[in-house]
C-alpha cells in the first residue's frame, strides 16, 4: 500500500522499497523509544513515590534525548577476548528481529508494511531472530554473566512461545484468516465487535466466547510479557544476579541498538494483542471523520486509536514491572509449562467447540 | 486439581491487589526534595560552618583553646594607647589587633566548643554546609577584616612603641644610676 504510494512517486522498486522500509523506523518507533524510555523512568518514579526526571528540559522532558546523544558520542569498545564478527552482528539481528514484526502491523487501514495474508505467522516466525541474536550476543560477550542471560533468555522465549502460539492459533481458528489487516478490518465499527468481546458476529456464541477470550488475552500478555523480557519475566537480564544479561558487555551505540530492539518489542507485542483482541486501530466509538464526511481524518483516528492501544498496554508492562517481584527460574517454567500452555489448550478446544456450534 | 486452580486463583488475585496498590502510589505526591533548588529547613541547633563576626571579637583566644583539634589559629597585637578600637555589642572594650584569625574547615570537626567559652558570642554556628573545595587549602577560613598592609601596619606599630617604650626605659634608668655615681 504504502510501497505503491512510493512507487508511483519515486518510480524506482528499490528506492520505493527503502523508503517504505525506514519509514516505521523514523517516523514511529525512534520516536516512540524516547518517549518509552521517559515514561518508564517517570512510571517508575512515581510508584515508587519519587519523581524520575527532572532536571533535563521542563520536569525531564528531554531527559532521553540527552542520552541517546551522550549513547551515540561512548567509545564502541570490543574487548580482545570477544568473538569480534558474532559482537557485532548479535544487536544488528536483535534489531533487525523486532523491527521487521513492524513490517506486517497494521497501523491504520491506510498504512501497513506489507500487506501479506500470512501476517501474524511472518511476526511469529521473525521474532525468532531475537533468540538467535541474544544467543549470539552472550556467546560473543565471552562473559559468563552474558552467557548465563543468554541460555535464559533462549530457554524463556523457547517456552514462552507455545502459549502465545497456541493464542494466536486460537484466534485464527476463529477469525479464519492470519492477515492482520482482515483481522482488524473484522473487528470494526465498536467496541463490542472487538475479539475479546466475542467478535462481530451477534450471536449466542458471541456471549459463550467471551470468558474464553478473556483468558486467551490473559495468556497472551504475560506469554509476550515473558518473550519481550520484561519484569517479573527478566531473569536474562536479572541486574541483581547477571549485572545485566546478554547485553553487558556492550557499550554505546550496540547498546543503544539493544535497547531500542527492546522498546520497539514491547511495542511489537502490545500492538499484536490489541490487533488480535482489541479490535487493532479500530476506534471503540465510531469515527468523527465518518461523521464529519471527511475521508482523511479517518487514518489520522486510527492512527491515534492504535498508537493509544499500544502504548496503553506497554504503560501495562510498566506498571507490572514495578509491581511484581523476579521470577525464579523453576517458578518461570512452571509458569509456562504447567499453567499457560495447558489453559491456552484448552481455551484453544473450547473455542473450537464453539464456534462448530 | 483443586490446588491447580487455586493457584491460578491466588496467582491472579494478588497481581492484582499489588497492580492497585502501585496504581495508588503513583497519584501520592513524590516525597522528593528538589536539593540544590529546595532544601530543607534544619534543626534549630544545626552545627554546620563557623562563623566569626570580627566586630565583637576581643582576641582573647578562648576558643582556639578550647577547640580539640586545633583548628583555629589566633595572633593578636596589643593596641597602643591613643588607639581607640571600639568597644564590642556588650560593652567590653576591645584592647587587641587581632591580625590572625584562621579556621581550617578540613580540620573542624563541628563539635561547637569553641561557641561556649567566647565571652562576646561572635563565633558562632551558621547554617551554611555547601562549601566544599578542590584544594585543601581553599578550607582555610581567613576572618580577620584588617587588611594584610593594616597587619603589618599595626604590628610595626607596637614594635615601634615597644621600642620607643624601651628606649625611654633605658634612658630612665641610665639617668637615676649616673645620679647615684655623681653623688658618691
Known amino acids: 500500500m504504502i510501497y505503491e504510494f512510493f512507487y508511483n512517486l519515486v518510480g524506482n522498486e528499490i528506492i520505493a522499497g527503502f523508503i517504505a522500509a525506514s519509514l516505521p523506523l523514523l517516523l514511529f518507533i525512534l520516536p516512540f523509544a524516547l518517549i518509552a524510555v521517559l515514561l518508564e523512568r517517570k512510571v517508575a518514579g512515581h510508584m515508587q513515590d519519587r519523581l524520575g526526571p527532572m532536571r533535563v528540559g521542563y520536569h525531564g522532558i528531554l531527559q532521553t534525548v540527552a542520552d541517546i546523544i551522550k549513547l551515540l558520542q561512548k567509545e564502541d569498545i570490543i574487548a580482545r577476548e570477544n568473538d569480534k564478527m558474532l559482537f557485532n552482528i548479535a544487536p544488528v539481528l536483535v534489531f533487525t528481529g523486532s523491527y521487521a514484526a513492524f513490517a506486517a502491523i497494521p497501523f491504520t487501514s491506510a498504512y501497513i508494511g506489507a500487506n501479506i495474508d500470512l501476517g501474524i505467522f511472518y511476526i511469529i516466525a521473525v521474532t525468532g531472530l531475537v533468540v538467535a541474536g541474544i544467543l549470539m550476543a552472550g556467546w560473543a560477550s565471552n562473559n559468563k554473566y552474558s552467557l548465563l542471560g543468554a541460555m535464559r533468555s533462549a530457554a524463556q522465549i523457547v517456552s514462552y512461545e507455545i502459549p502465545t502460539i497456541l493464542v494466536v492459533l486460537t484466534l485464527v481458528m476463529f477469525t479464519g484468516t492470519t492477515n492482520l489487516m482482515t483481522l482488524s478490518e473484522n473487528q470494526t465499527a465498536y467496541f463490542w465487535n472487538w475479539n475479546i468481546f466475542g467478535g462481530p458476529e451477534l450471536s449466542p456464541a458471541k456471549f459463550l466466547l467471551i470468558p474464553s477470550m478473556v483468558i486467551g488475552f490473559f495468556v497472551i500478555y504475560i506469554s509476550t510479557l515473558a518473550e519481550v523480557n520484561r519484569t517479573p519475566f527478566d531473569i536474562p537480564e536479572a541486574e541483581s544476579e547477571l549485572v545485566s544479561g546478554y547485553h553487558t558487555e556492550y557499550s554505546g551505540m550496540k547498546f543503544a541498538m539493544f535497547f531500542l530492539a527492546e522498546y520497539a518489542n514491547m511495542f511489537a507485542v502490545s500492538a499484536i494483542v490489541a490487533a488480535l483482541f482489541f479490535g487493532g486501530y479500530h476506534s471503540p466509538f465510531g469515527y468523527l471523520g465518518n461523521s464529519l464526511g471527511v475521508e482523511w481524518l479517518i487514518p489520522v483516528e486510527q492512527f491515534f486509536c492504535f498508537t493509544f492501544k499500544g502504548v496503553f498496554f506497554v504503560f501495562v508492562q510498566m506498571w507490572l514491572r514495578w509491581t511484581l517481584p523476579r521470577l525464579r527460574v523453576d517458578q518461570l517454567m512452571t509458569a509456562s509449562w504447567k499453567y499457560l500452555i495447558p489453559i491456552a489448550f484448552v481455551n484453544l478446544l473450547i473455542v473450537g467447540i464453539i464456534t462448530l456450534i | ?184
Not at chain 2, 21 to 45: G, M, N
Not at chain 2, 152 to 161: A, D, S, T, V
Request: proline share 5%; charged share 30%; with cysteine.
Open chain 2, 1 to 184: 486439581m483443586k490446588e491447580y486452580f487455586n493457584n491460578i486463583y491466588t496467582a491472579l488475585y494478588t497481581i492484582f491487589v499489588g497492580m492497585k496498590i502501585t496504581f495508588r502510589h503513583l497519584f501520592i505526591p513524590a516525597v522528593t526534595i528538589q536539593y540544590p533548588d529546595v532544601k530543607l529547613k534544619l534543626p534549630e541547633r544545626e552545627r554546620n560552618r563557623l562563623y566569626v563576626n570580627m566586630d565583637d571579637c576581643i582576641g582573647c583566644d578562648q576558643c582556639s583553646r578550647a577547640c580539640p583539634v586545633s583548628c583555629i589559629e589566633i595572633e593578636t597585637v596589643k593596641s597602643i594607647p591613643g588607639e581607640d578600637l571600639g568597644k564590642t555589642s556588650n560593652g567590653k572594650k576591645k584592647v587587641l589587633w587581632v591580625t590572625k584569625f584562621n579556621i581550617d574547615f578540613a580540620k573542624c570537626c563541628y563539635c561547637q566548643l569553641c561557641v561556649f567559652p567566647c565571652p562576646t558570642e561572635c563565633i558562632y554556628m551558621t547554617d551554611v554546609y555547601e562549601f566544599s573545595e578542590y584544594e585543601r587549602e581553599n578550607l582555610i577560613y581567613d576572618f580577620v577584616t584588617l587588611t594584610p598592609e593594616e597587619r603589618e601596619q599595626k604590628k610595626l606599630n607596637y614594635e615601634k612603641f615597644m621600642a620607643e617604650k624601651a628606649a625611654a626605659d633605658a634612658a630612665a634608668k641610665q639617668a637615676p644610676k649616673e645620679e647615684p655615681k655623681k653623688e658618691s
